[in-house]
């Protein structure tokens, strides 16, 4: 990944990707667009890349645009007919059915209630049609989906969740050392956290929504701060 | 960075409810507050006459009063009109369900016109210029900017922020023929008080008899039930607005008026501090700041907390030479040895709050001939007996406030007072 801030607005002609593409095939990622023979950027960010072929803006988003695989988290809103409608923080709810849930049959159907929290994959996604969610993988197994019960729930930006989630992130690895805690982070910017006490909790969420402003650098003196406070 | 820019506000889901619950329990905030204390009120005056933000952590609310020549209502010929306006549409993507900002609005609504019209805190009938012809129509409109809980106490400050703000131009009425006079022909004029009147919010639980002050969004949708009093600076109670499911009995409620009494008075007296130095701000320099100014947070602001450290000591002094606050004066004895008393620990006050209670709940049990029910039951009772045959008392009750003050046993006369 290119170290280089190279921050790009809507509608700019990247010339710089284009070059690269006079010599091989690339691969345009969200952010990127391409209008004719010329790469516009469709989104305000810096410019990241990917060795060897892969370019995208890494813009600041809230709103979760549903894709395909992604795990999220959304709240019950509603019982309807035999789906449960979800709110996973896209333009459209989503919807899951009775029946996608480990052992689940037509009689036997899960107890969920609106304001339930929902660990779930994304099964289709399109522009067209309401995504679908399921809480089981292909072979029928819950593996880490379902119902998250007790923690704490709290939003974000996208970019946050996708800081969480990438491979051994040094903000997680730094609170572990703190204390132990269980988390779900959706790529949809919500977050799920549940330690020991509430005080801890509190802390724990409030130290990864400080991560929202703080840079690389700044990681380990937030995950100081909490073990500060968590003495106190 | 505002949490609440997702579309589902925060507080719907269970977790977040059961969660802000428990921590309530063991009196633990999300933003690390104790169940009593406050955010800081943050006040900026914008350039033109009564244009007021106030902001209290991330909720911001914007209040900008107008005026305009106007003819009088027909039953009150000789009075000026107040017009409150909210405009909560800022915040409308905060839930997609319209019932719930609907229902927000007309709340804020309602409670902003029963703190200032129904109390009649303006002097309106000094807003007539030609009875049954002309009298000034005074307009506040309060947008809502952000949201995060606790508009109530916003949007209040910031109403009466810049109703006290606010300047009018002097007008004479001289043959049939109104003339408005410049700036620079006659001094501006502001709006006479009869009283100020300021809300607090609290949120209550029914996990924890203890309720939380100055609830932030998530608090606020986690709430079994929100009370709000408004309280005038002679802390006389104006509003009372308790709804929700939590059983909530009269202790609750007054431990609730105590504290927001006391809130209110400070309140007060912190925007009479705040205009006095925007004041001396404009008479120093021309440069007044902007509306970009007012929302940007790059501008000094007149915080609550820095104002009123410097004023706790010079408290007495400030207040004694105004006229109006004789009252209060004389009420002071008595309310510093309440403060003493809370000062001293929280358990300590709570339960010197409470002490008339039993006896209260007592005196009913006995008019009413009824044994074995339920506390919250007594509370309700309490209501219901005492609210008709004192209400002739309240009025006359206002006046004789400080006397009633004086004594220990107070405290069951004034709950009747305020129920």
């Not at chain 1, 929290?117 to 089981?136: F, G, Q």
């Not at chain 1, 996208?158 to 982070?185: Q, S």
Request: charged share 25%; proline share 4%; net charge neutral.
């Amino acid at each position: 990944m290119s170290s280089a801030l190279n921050i790009v607005m809507p509608g700019e002609r990247i010339t710089a990707v284009e070059d690269v593409a006079k010599g091989k095939r690339i691969i345009l990622g969200p952010g990127l667009r391409r209008v004719n023979d010329t790469v516009v950027a469709s989104k305000a960010g810096p410019l990241k890349h990917r060795e060897p072929n892969t370019f995208w803006v890494d813009n600041y988003q809230r709103r979760y645009v549903p894709a395909r695989g992604d795990l999220i988290i959304g709240i019950i809103k509603a019982k309807s007919g035999d789906v449960y409608r979800v709110d996973i923080g896209s333009a459209d709810s989503a919807s899951i059915s009775y029946l996608a849930f480990e052992a689940a049959t037509k009689k036997n159907r899960p107890d969920l209630n609106p304001g339930d929290l929902l660990y779930a994959r994304v099964l289709n996604a399109s522009p067209d049609i309401e995504p679908e969610l399921v809480c089981v993988n292909s072979n029928g197994k819950r593996g880490k989906l379902g119902l998250l019960q007790d923690g704490f729930f709290f939003k974000c930006s996208l970019n946050l969740g996708r800081l969480l989630l990438r491979e051994n992130c040094p903000a997680l690895k730094a609170l572990t050392e703190k204390l132990p805690y269980e988390i779900a982070v959706g790529v949809n910017g919500r977050i799920w956290v549940k330690a020991h006490s509430a005080a801890e909790t509190v802390g724990l969420a409030n130290a990864i929504l400080s991560l929202e402003q703080a840079g690389h650098s700044e990681i380990d003196k937030v995950c100081d701060n909490l073990g500060d406070v968590l003495q106190a | 960075m505002f949490m609440n820019a997702n579309l589902f506000e925060p507080g719907k889901s269970k977790p977040e409810r059961v969660f802000v619950q428990s921590a309530a329990k063991q009196n633990t905030r999300f933003d690390g507050r104790k169940t009593s204390e406050f955010r800081d009120v943050k006040l900026n005056f914008g350039a033109d006459w009564g244009t007021v933000t106030v902001s209290m952590g991330d909720t911001m609310v914007l209040a900008q009063v107008s005026y305009d020549i106007g003819t009088p209502t027909s039953a009150r010929p000789n009075e000026g009109t107040l017009h409150l306006n909210v405009d909560i549409k800022g915040v409308s993507y905060l839930d997609e369900a319209q019932a719930t900002y609907d229902q927000r609005s007309l709340t804020l609504n309602s409670l902003l016109e029963r703190t200032f019209r129904s109390s009649r805190c303006l002097d309106l009938e000094s807003l007539c210029i030609a009875v049954e012809q002309h009298v000034w129509c005074v307009r506040v409109d309060i947008n809502v900017l952000n949201h995060d809980g606790n508009l109530y106490d916003a949007s209040t400050i910031a109403t009466l922020a810049a109703l006290m703000h606010f300047r009018r131009p002097d007008v004479s009425y001289i043959d049939d023929q109104i003339r408005t006079y410049s700036e620079r022909e006659r001094e501006l004029m502001p709006l006479l008080f009869l009283h100020y009147p300021v809300s607090v919010t609290y949120c209550v639980y029914k996990s924890t008899p203890q309720p939380l002050v100055d609830p932030t969004l998530l608090e606020e949708n986690a709430a079994d039930s929100i009370i709000v009093l408004s309280f005038n600076s002679y802390q006389e109670l104006c509003t009372l607005n308790a709804g929700g499911t939590a059983p909530t009995n009269v202790r609750t409620i007054m431990q609730c008026a105590h504290s927001a009494a006391r809130r209110s008075k400070a309140l007060v007296q912190f925007v009479r501090k705040a205009l006095e130095l925007d004041m001396e701000k404009r008479q120093q320099s021309k440069h007044v700041a902007g509306l970009i100014d007012l929302l940007d947070g790059s501008l000094s602001k007149f915080s609550f907390k820095r104002l009123m450290e410097q004023e706790q000591p010079m408290e007495v002094d400030a207040v004694q030479p105004s006229q109006a606050s004789r009252a209060e004066s004389e009420q002071k004895p008595e309310k510093m040895t309440i403060e003493e008393q809370s000062q001293a620990g929280q358990k300590p006050a709570v339960k010197d709050d409470s002490s008339w209670l039993p006896e209260g709940n007592d005196v009913t049990q006995e008019q009413q001939n009824t044994e074995q029910i339920v506390k919250e039951n007594a509370a309700k009772n309490t209501k219901a007996t005492k609210s008709k045959p004192n209400r002739g008392k309240n009025k006359a009750g206002k006046k004789q406030a400080a006397a009633k003050k004086q004594n220990q046993s107070d405290s069951e006369e004034e709950a009747t007072h305020i129920i």
